[in-house]
């Protein structure tokens, strides 16, 4: 990707509360601007003046109504996606009416803070990248790999030598192989350690072939991050064999998804994907630190000031941690110095 787009969504009341969400947005070139114009057309004036008081799944009440031109079009990703930073901004909106974290609002007794781990690390560039991370602390670290198999085993080489017993190294194959190919390297890569390797298979793979594959290895495998249908993550998740659960709250099912997948699933095996702006990180964040406290939420590593500096407070990595404050909601307000600088579009 040469850009980072996102599309950020505020939700205010009428007693001036604003609630954020984010809508994933990162493919093809043009999503942010069609995801934009989608909201605009179809959802804005179903949401102007709707009253509610319980954000769980009232967007897929909301959007039910239009949901037909978005399976006739064949185009439902596009719907998941503008629905699950809906249900975000939503969530959000309720916890600053509540007057409490949005931490506090689905456990009391959530932490204060969630550990991270970098990723967005190109098998090129992973030195200066694991470098960097290193100096904010982070103790975690996720390589992209799948491009070329000798490659591969030379960086893994590397990288074995390169870490240290205190850190961890995850591996993420972007759907990057097929049956046969993962079956052959999945067994080659049993010789290394690491915690666990991502998406070895094709998302719209059939519960043979996941099943086939988990229960074929002794590597950890995690998989959710393009998983769009409750089911699946439950049946993903129910697998005994399986530790990783990687759904994406600005992809799909938003927050709401990820509240009820919880109470279904262990919700240890919960480590939420994130690659995007400091809305849906902190979203994610508060989410993590809620449901699975001990987990890493997955950062990006590369320089993105719509994540870093979205916020008035910049969003800040200190001891491999992100920290919260007392601030209602995931906090706020947002900086429109940075906003402005790379605004696209906006209704406001």
Not at 77 to 89: P, Q, T, V
Not at 238 to 267: A, H, M
Request: charged share 20%; aromatic share 10%; proline share 3%.
């Amino acid at each position: 990707m040469k850009t980072r787009p996102c599309i950020i969504i505020e939700l205010e009341d009428f007693n001036k509360n604003i609630g954020y969400g984010e809508i994933w947005c990162n493919f093809p070139s043009d999503a942010a601007s069609y995801r934009f114009n989608l909201l605009n057309s179809l959802y804005l004036n179903n949401i102007i003046g709707c009253e509610f008081s319980n954000p769980e799944k009232l967007i897929d009440k909301i959007a039910d109504k239009f949901k037909t031109l978005f399976v006739q079009s064949g185009d439902i990703g596009s719907f998941d996606n503008i629905n699950a930073g809906l249900d975000c901004a939503f969530w959000d909106l309720f916890a600053k009416t509540k007057k409490i974290p949005l931490n506090k609002l689905l456990n009391t007794e959530s932490q204060k803070h969630i550990s991270v781990y970098a990723s967005g690390i190109n098998p090129s560039e992973s030195n200066e990248k694991i470098t960097i991370a290193r100096s904010m602390g982070i103790k975690a670290f996720k390589v992209k790999i799948g491009f070329n198999h000798s490659l591969d085993i030379d960086l893994l080489n590397f990288l074995t030598d390169y870490f240290s017993n205190e850190e961890m190294l995850m591996l993420d194959v972007n759907q990057g192989w097929n049956i046969d190919e993962a079956s052959k390297y999945l067994k080659i890569l049993e010789n290394y350690n690491f915690s666990w390797i991502e998406e070895p298979i094709s998302a719209l793979s059939n519960k043979d072939e996941f099943n086939n594959i988990i229960n074929s290895t002794n590597c950890n495998l995690a998989f959710g991050e393009n998983i769009n249908n409750l089911d699946d993550f439950i049946f993903l998740g129910q697998n005994n064999k399986l530790k990783y659960i990687q759904p994406d709250l600005t992809k799909f099912g938003g927050i709401s998804l990820i509240n009820n997948l919880s109470k279904k699933i262990q919700s240890n095996k919960i480590w939420m994907h994130f690659l995007g702006s400091g809305v849906g990180l902190l979203t994610s964040a508060h989410i993590m630190s809620a449901i699975n406290p001990s987990a890493f939420l997955e950062t990006d590593i590369n320089v993105n000031p719509l994540r870093t500096n979205l916020f008035k407070n910049e969003l800040k990595i200190e001891d491999g941690k992100i920290n919260f404050n007392d601030d209602h909601g995931i906090g706020g307000p947002l900086n429109f110095d940075t906003i402005n600088k790379y605004l696209i579009s906006s209704n406001v």
